[in-house]
């Protein structure tokens, strides 16, 4: 995981699974539709890589196919970079 | 009655539009009322009586709406799932209220009469819907049925109006849900109280924002239908998406929002509000939790210059208090507004844990009667006992189970809770389904869940465990379970994994240790 994974990891990890073993997240791990993330946590994680990232998240982003595990959220950061 | 306002705004504004799926489709008060006379003939076709009860297993959209109304129509009571709740407990509340048959799309059919099944229970011909949308499918579905088996036209049911029109389940401390049994009376009280407090018209289009299984989605279907409005259909995804809810109630030209305060929240805080105009808006609704005071003052800032109504009722009784907030937030105001006072169509009275009135001054529980009020719990005598209070003229009082004091200006202030449910985006939480849920888990050996509540944030739930085993679940693991098991928003927001919970000295788990823990 790259240094933009692990920002995230760190911020999900943080906001959203305080206590949480850092192993049992994985790249992989599903976060909206295993109940991880629900819908205002969603809009939490877009805020938060907007700011960090310099980037703008469309409204047709927030979605699973975009945002259900930190490889797909790095994907997309990557893509506005 | 409920479905007479569709064939009265019928005859008026046959040609008005009735409901809109924003950027699909529309519906016109005529095509509405004979799609849902067809919904009423064939549901009597397949054996549906006056006082039978329909499911409702469909998204939000206008086939769901004439559904409504046919099952109304038939003289039975509709009962809405959440599509997206957990199959397995939809499944537990058809079978409680034993529905004749049930409205539903083919995606979600399977799978619903498996766990029914599993309850010892069966659906008898479900009416099968391939999709959603515009009405097309139940149309679809209706001349499907109509071609194997015609059924017969029949006459709209002449209800009473003690009859029930809808039962909505709610969260249950027992851990199973329980369902409130709604009559046409408590709907019209409420739908007519809304016609002389907030005047609309035919020009006015309203929001439908919450799920149909949602007692807010009252106001908006009836209120609208009755005044031959329109009603502005935002679908269960959407309607958590505050990017797009600003441009949806500017190009739909809403005029009377009605949601819970979290999504106004979330609107004021992420919509990008200040990128649209919304010359139509006028009034703004909420209801379901505390508005937090932060983000009503960014709300009515961005959108200045409309009414403000706090809306306060349990499903029991809907709406039965109101606060009209003033044009402009004084700064000096630092705690939430108040629930305000009575409807017309109900009487509120505070009383003590014995049931008697309290002195003027003193805080207490909120109890309310008249015609809004709820006859109490389907297929469960006791727990519709223990929630009434009979005084010496014979008149029921639904005790709402909120503690409350009397301000100033003679306007209820909500100052706690007399039980273990907390309110979580307008959402009914019993802290005790939650844990009956989690003690399903085979690694669980004990768990408490509590509620944690601030101004940032609103409530947020928090479960206390500890394992049978050393080596225990993941955090991840357990959340998962829970969305599986729960509504997702009785999934808690946090946990923590303990040896052991604390005790009382009567061994019972000490819930004032884990709060100030917590």
Same mark, same amino acid.
Request: aromatic share 8%.
């Given at each position: 995981?790259?240094?933009?994974?692990?920002?995230?990891?760190?911020?999900?990890?943080?906001?959203?699974?305080?206590?949480?073993?850092?192993?049992?997240?994985?790249?992989?791990?599903?976060?909206?539709?295993?109940? +991880?993330?629900?819908?205002?946590?969603?809009?939490?994680?877009?805020?938060?890589?907007?700011?960090?990232?310099?980037?703008?998240?469309?409204?047709?982003?927030?979605?699973?196919?975009?945002?259900?595990?930190?490889?797909?959220?790095?994907?997309?950061?990557?893509?506005?970079? | 009655?409920?479905?007479?306002?569709?064939?009265?705004?019928?005859?008026?504004?046959?040609?008005?539009?009735?409901?809109?799926?924003?950027?699909?489709?529309? /519906?016109?008060?005529?095509?509405?009322?004979?799609?849902?006379?067809?919904?009423?003939?064939?549901?009597?076709?397949?054996?549906?009586?006056?006082?039978?009860?329909?499911?409702?297993?469909?998204?939000?959209?206008?086939?769901?709406?004439? *559904?409504?109304?046919?099952?109304?129509?038939?003289?039975?009571?509709?009962?809405?799932?959440?599509?997206?709740?957990?199959?397995?407990?939809?499944?537990?509340?058809?079978?409680?209220?034993?529905?004749?048959?049930?409205?539903?799309?083919?995606?979600?059919?399977? @799978?619903?009469?498996?766990?029914?099944?599993?309850?010892?229970?069966?659906?008898?011909?479900?009416?099968?819907?391939?999709?959603?949308?515009?009405?097309?499918?139940?149309?679809?579905?209706?001349?499907?049925?109509?071609?194997?088996?015609?059924?017969?036209?029949?006459?709209?049911?002449?209800?009473?109006? $003690?009859?029930?029109?809808?039962?909505?389940?709610?969260?249950?401390?027992?851990?199973?849900?329980?369902?409130?049994?709604?009559?046409?009376?408590?709907?019209?009280?409420?739908?007519?109280?809304?016609?002389?407090?907030?005047?609309?018209?035919?020009?006015?289009?309203?929001?439908?924002?919450?799920?149909?299984?949602?007692?807010?989605?009252?106001?908006? !279907?009836?209120?609208?239908?009755?005044?031959?409005?329109?009603?502005?259909?935002?679908?269960?995804?959407?309607?958590?998406?505050?990017?797009?809810?600003?441009?949806?109630?500017?190009?739909?030209?809403?005029?009377?929002?009605?949601?819970?305060?979290?999504?106004?929240?979330?609107?004021?805080?992420?919509?990008?509000?200040?990128?649209? @105009?919304?010359?139509?808006?006028?009034?703004?609704?909420?209801?379901?939790? #505390?508005?937090?005071?932060?983000?009503?003052?960014?709300?009515?800032?961005?959108?200045?210059?409309?009414?403000?109504?706090?809306?306060?009722?349990?499903?029991?009784?809907?709406?039965?208090?109101?606060?009209?907030?003033?044009?402009?937030?004084?700064?000096?105001?630092?705690?939430?507004?108040?629930?305000?006072?009575?409807?017309?169509?109900?009487?509120?009275? #505070?009383?003590?844990?014995?049931?008697?009135?309290?002195?003027?001054?003193?805080?207490?529980?909120?109890?309310?009667?008249?015609?809004?009020?709820?006859?109490?719990?389907?297929?469960?005598?006791?727990?519709?006992?223990?929630?009434?209070?009979?005084?010496?003229?014979?008149?029921?009082?639904?005790?709402?189970?909120? /503690?409350?004091?009397? $301000?100033?200006?003679?306007?209820?202030? +909500?100052?706690?809770?007399?039980?273990?449910?907390?309110?979580?985006?307008?959402?009914?939480?019993?802290?005790?389904?939650?844990?009956?849920?989690?003690?399903?888990?085979?690694?669980?050996?004990?768990?408490?869940?509590?509620?944690?509540?601030?101004?940032?944030?609103?409530?947020? !739930?928090?479960?206390?465990?500890?394992?049978?085993?050393?080596?225990?679940?993941? +955090?991840?693991?357990?959340?998962?379970?829970?969305?599986?098991?729960?509504?997702?928003?009785?999934?808690?927001?946090?946990?923590?994994?303990?040896?052991?919970?604390?005790?009382?000295?009567?061994?019972?788990?000490?819930?004032?240790?884990?709060?100030?823990? *917590?």
């Amino acid at each position: 995981m790259g240094q933009i994974g692990e920002d995230i990891k760190e911020f999900i990890l943080r906001e959203f699974l305080p206590g949480e073993n850092p192993h049992a997240l994985t790249d992989s791990t599903p976060l909206i539709t295993e109940g +991880i993330l629900d819908s205002l946590a969603t809009l939490k994680l877009v805020s938060f890589l907007e700011e960090r990232f310099g980037i703008e998240i469309g409204a047709h982003e927030t979605d699973v196919e975009h945002l259900n595990d930190i490889a797909s959220i790095v994907n997309l950061v990557c893509s506005k970079e | 009655m409920l479905h007479y306002l569709l064939d009265n705004s019928a005859r008026s504004l046959p040609e008005h539009v009735a409901v809109v799926e924003p950027g699909r489709a529309t /519906i016109d008060y005529s095509d509405l009322a004979i799609l849902s006379d067809c919904v009423r003939d064939r549901l009597v076709h397949l054996g549906v009586h006056p006082g039978d009860r329909v499911g409702i297993y469909l998204r939000k959209s206008i086939d769901a709406v004439a *559904a409504i109304f046919g099952a109304l129509k038939a003289g039975a009571a509709y009962v809405p799932v959440d599509p997206f709740a957990p199959p397995a407990r939809n499944a537990y509340v058809l079978k409680d209220c034993s529905v004749r048959t049930v409205v539903i799309e083919r995606c979600f059919a399977e @799978r619903l009469q498996i766990e029914i099944n599993q309850l010892g229970g069966t659906i008898q011909n479900p009416l099968l819907l391939d999709d959603v949308g515009g009405g097309r499918f139940l149309r679809e579905a209706l001349t499907r049925e109509q071609e194997k088996n015609p059924a017969p036209v029949t006459q709209t049911t002449l209800s009473s109006p $003690d009859d029930l029109a809808y039962i909505l389940y709610t969260s249950g401390s027992t851990g199973k849900p329980k369902g409130v049994m709604l009559s046409h009376n408590n709907a019209m009280s409420f739908v007519n109280w809304c016609s002389e407090a907030f005047e609309p018209n035919q020009h006015d289009r309203f929001s439908s924002h919450a799920p149909f299984h949602f007692d807010l989605s009252i106001l908006d !279907i009836y209120v609208s239908i009755k005044h031959g409005a329109t009603l502005v259909l935002i679908g269960e995804e959407l309607g958590k998406e505050p990017l797009h809810l600003a441009s949806l109630i500017s190009q739909e030209q809403i005029s009377i929002w009605y949601s819970t305060p979290s999504i106004l929240s979330l609107l004021a805080q992420y919509g990008k509000l200040e990128q649209y @105009r919304y010359p139509c808006l006028r009034i703004i609704h909420f209801a379901g939790e #505390v508005f937090p005071l932060k983000h009503l003052r960014a709300l009515k800032a961005l959108l200045p210059g409309r009414r403000y109504f706090n809306l306060y009722g349990p499903t029991e009784t809907n709406v039965c208090t109101y606060f009209e907030l003033p044009a402009v937030i004084p700064d000096e105001q630092s705690k939430p507004f108040p629930i305000g006072k009575s409807c017309s169509h109900v009487e509120t009275k #505070v009383v003590n844990e014995d049931g008697q009135l309290v002195p003027e001054g003193e805080k207490g529980e909120l109890c309310v009667t008249g015609a809004g009020v709820t006859q109490g719990y389907w297929n469960s005598p006791e727990r519709t006992a223990r929630s009434y209070l009979e005084d010496a003229s014979g008149r029921r009082w639904y005790r709402t189970g909120d /503690i409350v004091a009397v $301000d100033n200006d003679g306007n209820y202030i +909500i100052v706690g809770r007399r039980d273990r449910m907390v309110k979580k985006r307008g959402y009914r939480i019993e802290l005790g389904e939650i844990e009956t849920a989690l003690y399903r888990h085979p690694a669980v050996k004990e768990v408490a869940a509590i509620a944690l509540a601030d101004e940032e944030n609103g409530v947020r !739930i928090k479960a206390f465990l500890s394992c049978r085993e050393d080596t225990h679940p993941s +955090i991840i693991e357990l959340k998962s379970f829970c969305s599986q098991n729960l509504p997702r928003y009785m999934v808690p927001d946090f946990f923590a994994i303990r040896e052991a919970l604390p005790k009382t000295s009567t061994d019972k788990i000490d819930y004032q240790t884990l709060k100030e823990i *917590a």
